[in-house]
């Protein structure tokens, strides 16, 4: 692909330092839809990125941008705060219909603000004012957002780092398969837990990831985490599922919990919850943790009306029908996981492994400068693709779950071709 060099003064002399996605896609995207990005010169860029997994049903998509423009058209509420509205009505309905129900989960619906590190910050808060303690158990390569709290129970060194602060009230202890099976799992925590003279205080809860997506694509067994849920009930504390990249079908489930049949006490969950790339969050808690003062835990955009509309339409689109979404989903990531076992096959001297589930996989390089090689090649290919993992060592594949085999098909072999010209 020929790319004309396009236009970003503006951006480098008038926007923050802070920015990155844009450093290593290097254009001015002007419009999108489904799986397709395209930019202001006509360039077509397949998108393996999806928001990073804000857009699990495409960019754009037709049936959830309808009922967007049809709630505009007629002056809906768009800002409401914590206002009841028929917007939100119309949500939690289909929520606790279609979600809640089937599932067997009896979630209280908190709407905390409109970003994932808001759906954390409140799930932190109220394990502590549930269980009157302070610290936290996090686990290595987590990541749980940016703002204080959630960096506290992030692994990240350089993430960390930006807090300027030191970050307190947080533990981590070893994720699943961090110490390569040489030691029983939880034997460390446990033993800090009986042990009064190890120096950790009780925690109130404990917040994990059933898959890594920041921290490299590190997937957790479902035995593992069925023995994390012991382990916190006999120790009297919550657990906290971060569901805010690997839900809403990215690994298949609705929730990525649900094939290690557990049911935690706290879920947050945003990203792909309103279906369309809108901010919006949720953080989800057993009846008897409701233990809010009205106005205790708020912000101005909890009430974000157009977000319950496509959230809503996208509940009825995509799960109303049980469990077509997870089927196909599960089947475009066995496509994936063929071809990415051609890739290492083709490449066993420069690949460390690959690993995923449903539609969220990684490939990790040996050489850590080869992933984010890997991406920029891809890009000049018509790819979009990011880097994950502590040293950016994993080239990460977050497609959107409605993508077809076609295009799934299309950008594995941009991919295989872009670790090729790479080596």
């Excluded at 960019?59 to 049809?70: G, S, T």
């Excluded at 209280?108 to 954390?120: C, E, H, L, Y």
Aim: aromatic share 8%; glycine share 10%.
């Amino acid at each position: 692909m020929t790319i004309t060099q396009p236009d970003l003064s503006v951006f480098e002399t008038l926007e923050s330092e802070v920015r990155s996605y844009c450093r290593g896609w290097p254009t001015v995207f002007d419009r999108a839809q489904g799986s397709r990005m395209f930019d202001e010169d006509g360039h077509e860029y397949l998108d393996f990125f999806a928001g990073a997994g804000s857009l699990n049903y495409g960019h754009n998509n037709p049936v959830l941008k309808r009922a967007l423009i049809d709630y505009l058209e007629r002056d809906g509420v768009v800002h409401g705060l914590d206002m009841s509205t028929s917007a939100k009505r119309a949500f939690l309905e289909s929520f606790q219909n279609i979600i809640l129900r089937p599932r067997d989960l009896p979630y209280k619906v908190m709407f905390p603000g409109p970003t994932g590190t808001n759906a954390v910050e409140s799930a932190l808060k109220l394990a502590r004012k549930v269980k009157g303690r302070e610290s936290i158990v996090s686990f290595t390569n987590a990541f749980h957002g940016m703002s204080l709290g959630s960096l506290a129970v992030t692994g990240n060194a350089f993430k960390r780092a930006g807090a300027g602060i030191p970050l307190v009230h947080g533990t981590p202890m070893p994720f699943d398969n961090y110490l390569d099976g040489r030691t029983p799992d939880f034997i460390w925590f446990e033993r800090l837990l009986e042990d009064q003279g190890s120096g950790l205080n009780q925690p109130a809860a404990v917040i994990v990831e059933t898959v890594q997506g920041e921290g490299g694509i590190n997937v957790a067994r479902v035995e593992w985490l069925r023995k994390l849920a012991e382990v916190c009930e006999r120790w009297d504390m919550l657990l906290i599922v971060d569901d805010i990249q690997m839900g809403c079908g990215r690994t298949g489930a609705f929730f990525s919990f649900e094939e290690a049949g557990i049911t935690p006490d706290i879920v947050t969950v945003s990203k792909s919850i309103s279906g369309y790339g809108m901010p919006m969050s949720l953080c989800l808690f057993k009846p008897e943790l409701d233990v809010w003062e009205p106005g205790e835990h708020n912000g101005t955009f909890r009430g974000n009306n157009p977000a319950f509309v496509t959230a809503a339409a996208a509940l009825e689109a995509y799960w109303a029908d049980g469990s077509a979404m997870e089927k196909q989903t599960r089947a475009r990531g066995e496509q994936v996981e063929q071809a990415l076992g051609a890739i290492v096959d083709e490449n066993r001297a420069e690949i460390k492994e690959f690993r995923g589930r449903g539609l969220v996989w990684g490939i990790e390089f040996l050489d850590k400068e080869r992933a984010s090689a890997v991406a920029k090649r891809a890009f000049e290919l018509g790819l979009l693709i990011e880097t994950s993992g502590p040293e950016g060592e994993v080239v990460k594949l977050l497609p959107a779950l409605t993508i077809t085999p076609d295009e799934l098909d299309e950008g594995l072999r941009t991919l295989a071709r872009a670790v090729r010209e790479t080596a």
